[in-house]
């Protein structure tokens, strides 16, 4: 900042008009030393805020380096040694903004090496003049290209740090830099091709990417910590699928993220995280791999469109506070869809106990192992007051399961008061799920037996046998003893377990449904014993006066024929104790 601006003006002044003007000369003089106080007071402010700001970002590090972080210790001695360097070197210092050429030449002249205002990055000779700087106290905005753009001795960004508007092919390189105070965003860059920080372990804001269509490479190895991470979130481009764009390359480290994560439209590559705060959304991406260290999901789980998935690990996950929706994750949607990729097993989940949402596994056409939520015991869906109820929803994944197995240890789920829907359809020889489920509103399943051609047992799969094409066995909801409505299709079942559905006993009142049970038949010689006592009620017409049921039928279907309730009765437990 420029000092006794008005000397100059003092002496022509002088010149021209001699002694007659001393006093004039003496007044102005003193508002000369007064503003150069007031310039000098509010240096030292500046300084001081600086300063403290960087005792602040001190005192957060200080939390990170408690659990002995190594990263977190070197950073807290850097940090150190600028404060040392701010409070003893005045030259170092360069008080004010970088946003237009006269200011960069003063602050080149003075050669600092710490802003402490905001610095606007337009055009390479400006770019050049910060080869030297450690420190900017406010916000970088970088707005200009050369092929290789580089801060090699920045080490700190007290505000946010903005990369936009790059129009010329140019990779970022930020070597040193180690802390940025506020949000790193990188947005609508047309030719940016790749950012590297290669040591930055903290960013007190969230993290940005969008709208980069030719980034390649955005690689953060040491990221530590995040608020939240926020890729092309929102971004809705047509042509996605057939033209991923380049960004294969996505390093974040094992960042622990503050609050949510979501990704979406990245061609490729492998996302590994820590702990998380928030929820966690990965959809329309050629993602093949994701890895989060976290405990706990609040905000749910989405994975959605995502073509190449085919390892997900969240074995530490033990509550989830919101749905878990897991959608055509398969070779032929999302982006850069091909005919090999896509998920072809369920995530175990197996500290999962917990669930405070709707979950959703569906449609993901090469998942043929389908086993998990097995530690999960009970599901709150937040009442929303909408009218719509809970629900579990497990259906059209691969052709070719040999089992399904999931939600065995599960005992209530609900939503407010009332229970939540179970619809299960799947292709599999073996359905054991739900045994310790009490009650439900509707229940419907849709047991088939594996059909060969449309998913395959798929390169990685870790089912350990095939699916056959000649059998298909019903076991499972073991402990069920009311339900509002029931919807089985049994027309494939070779086999039903001694134990499904043997507690089931009522009915409750249920509007929309014209049914209380619809029952489409197994084969000849498939008796449902497990059932008798609650068929034989059925046949005997216990149900038609009960103010629960007597709107509604008993159905029971061979095909497209209905088949009386006698008649079905007495085939389903023949050869029954």
């Not at 878990?324 to 090999?340: L, T």
């Not at 994944?397 to 008061?417: D, H």
């Not at 017409?541 to 009386?564: K, L, M, P, Y």
Request: hydrophobic share 40%; with cysteine.
């Amino acid at each position: 900042m420029k000092k006794r601006i008005l000397t100059l003006g003092v002496v022509a002044l002088g010149l021209l008009g001699g002694g007659c003007v001393s006093e004039d000369i003496d007044g102005l003089q003193k508002q000369i030393d007064e503003l150069n106080g007031k310039i000098g007071d509010l240096e030292e402010t500046q300084k001081q805020d600086l300063l403290n700001a960087m005792a602040a970002m001190e005192a957060k590090l200080a939390e990170m380096a408690a659990n002995g972080d190594a990263d977190y210790t070197a950073l807290m001695e850097q940090l150190r040694l600028m404060q040392e360097e701010v409070a003893n070197n005045a030259s170092a210092i360069y008080y004010g903004n970088l946003t237009s050429d006269v200011e960069y030449a003063a602050f080149e002249s003075q050669g600092a090496t710490i802003v402490t205002g905001r610095v606007l990055i337009n055009d390479v000779n400006q770019l050049s003049k910060l080869a030297g700087v450690k420190m900017i106290g406010g916000e970088l905005s970088l707005m200009t290209a050369v092929n290789n753009m580089e801060l090699d001795a920045l080490q700190s960004v007290g505000g946010d740090l903005i990369v936009s508007g790059v129009e010329e092919s140019s990779s970022l390189s930020l070597p040193s830099l180690t802390s940025v105070a506020g949000n790193l965003t990188v947005k609508d860059n047309t030719e940016l091709t790749a950012v590297n920080a290669a040591e930055l372990v903290f960013v007190d804001g969230g993290l940005s990417l969008e709208m980069n269509p030719k980034l390649e490479a955005f690689t953060l190895p040491k990221l530590d910590q995040v608020k939240e991470i926020n890729i092309n979130e929102g971004v809705k481009v047509s042509n996605w699928q057939t033209d991923p764009g380049p960004l294969a390359n996505l390093d974040l480290s094992y960042a622990n993220v503050t609050d949510g994560v979501n990704i979406q439209y990245v061609a490729g590559g492998a996302l590994t995280l820590g702990q998380i705060g928030g929820g966690l959304v990965m959809e329309n991406t050629g993602i093949s791999k994701l890895e989060a260290k976290t405990t706990m999901l609040d905000g749910g789980l989405t994975l959605q469109y995502n073509s190449s998935l085919s390892e997900v690990m969240l074995d530490e996950v033990a509550k989830v506070y919101g749905d878990i929706v897991i959608k055509f994750n398969n070779a032929d949607s999302g982006i850069g869809g091909g005919i090999s990729g896509g998920m072809t097993s369920l995530p175990a989940f197996e500290k999962l106990t917990e669930i405070y949402g709707n979950v959703y596994v569906v449609a993901n056409s090469k998942m043929n192992e389908l086993v998990g939520f097995n530690a999960v015991t009970k599901i709150e869906v937040p009442n929303d007051n909408s009218g719509d109820s809970g629900k579990i929803e497990i259906t059209d994944n691969g052709s070719e399961i040999p089992v399904v197995n999931v939600f065995e240890a599960l005992e209530t789920a609900k939503k407010g008061y009332s229970t939540i829907d179970v619809i299960v359809r799947v292709k599999t020889n073996w359905l054991k799920s739900f045994s310790s489920l009490k009650n439900a509103r509707k229940v419907e399943v849709d047991l088939e037996i594996p059909t060969d051609g449309t998913g395959g047992i798929g390169i990685g799969s870790s089912a350990v046998n095939s699916a056959n094409y000649t059998d298909a066995k019903f076991q499972g909801f073991d402990a069920l003893e009311y339900v509002h409505g029931i919807k089985l299709d049994l027309s494939d079942v070779t086999d039903f377990h001694d134990t499904a559905l043997g507690k089931l006993s009522s009915f409750r009142s249920y509007q929309n449904d014209t049914y209380y049970i619809y029952l489409s038949m197994p084969e000849e010689g498939v008796s449902l014993c497990a059932m008798s006592s609650l068929l034989n009620a059925i046949k005997d017409g216990d149900f038609d006066n009960n103010f629960n049921t007597s709107s509604r039928e008993a159905i029971f279907t061979e095909g497209w024929t209905h088949v009386d309730r006698d008649t079905a009765v007495a085939r389903l437990t023949a050869g029954c104790q």
